[in-house]
């Protein structure tokens, strides 16, 4: 079975404090996600990357960094923490066999809290 | 810009009581469209992959068709552990979408013994 895992269930931080989500697949997958999860917007993609060292913005990546050092693991990085970034940070990866992308396995998620 | 609608926001059945939950999409070249299971306070729960139209796939009592527009989720006599939250995801061709998934905002399912 696919194992996601992420660094903490929950969290509390100070605004302006420096955050890292972390989040380790067990799977070998080539591709690996951030999402966010907030009441009535649902899933939105924050960043992503398809190989070590390589990412890409997703659809909300202001005020987000992340780092990809090493295939399993996958760090989202809250510069700044702001009280509007509270919220639910799901990781999730994937498999890539030769363009063709496959269904994304999701971790357990981290319910930040800003204050 | 992709898009995905998913309908009702929210359901509530009787324990034995069959439906349907409705996800309709548009997307530039459908690569997959994806179902999943998400339960309070947890990261979601893959179920089904559907590449085609005309295509279907069965797990339990859930059971997931496709068309050019649209999918269903069929339930088929639930049970109130089928009680979660169900959302659907497209996944478009190539390009700088390359991997990246479109969900909808989920349909809340409850089922009452």
């Known amino acids: 079975d696919v194992k996601v895992t992420q660094s903490s269930r929950y969290l509390v931080k100070r605004t302006g404090e420096k955050v890292f989500l972390e989040c380790v697949q067990d799977m070998d997958h080539e591709n690996m996600f951030w999402y966010r999860q907030d009441p009535g917007l649902g899933l939105r993609l924050i960043y992503f990357?398809?190989?070590?060292?390589?990412?890409e913005k997703g659809d909300i990546p202001e005020g987000y960094s992340v780092s990809r050092e090493k295939k399993e693991r996958f760090s989202l990085i809250l510069e700044s923490a702001s009280t509007n970034q509270t919220s639910m940070y799901l990781c999730a990866s994937s498999r890539s066999v030769d363009r063709a992308t496959y269904e994304q396995y999701f971790g357990p998620g981290t319910r930040l809290t800003v204050t | 810009e992709d898009q995905v609608t998913q309908s009702p926001e929210a359901l509530r059945l009787q324990e034995g009581e069959s439906s349907s939950l409705n996800c309709s999409y548009t997307v530039s070249g459908l690569r997959g469209l994806f179902w999943y299971r998400q339960d309070p306070g947890k990261g979601p729960e893959f179920l089904f992959t559907l590449y085609s139209a005309g295509e279907e796939k069965e797990k339990e009592r859930l059971k997931a068709t496709l068309t050019k527009k649209e999918s269903f989720l069929h339930i088929t006599a639930p049970k109130p552990e089928d009680s979660a939250t169900y959302l659907c995801a497209v996944q478009a061709r190539g390009g700088t979408s390359y991997g990246k998934l479109t969900f909808g905002q989920g349909t809340i399912l409850t089922v009452h013994p």
């Open positions: 990357s398809y190989d070590v060292k390589m990412k």
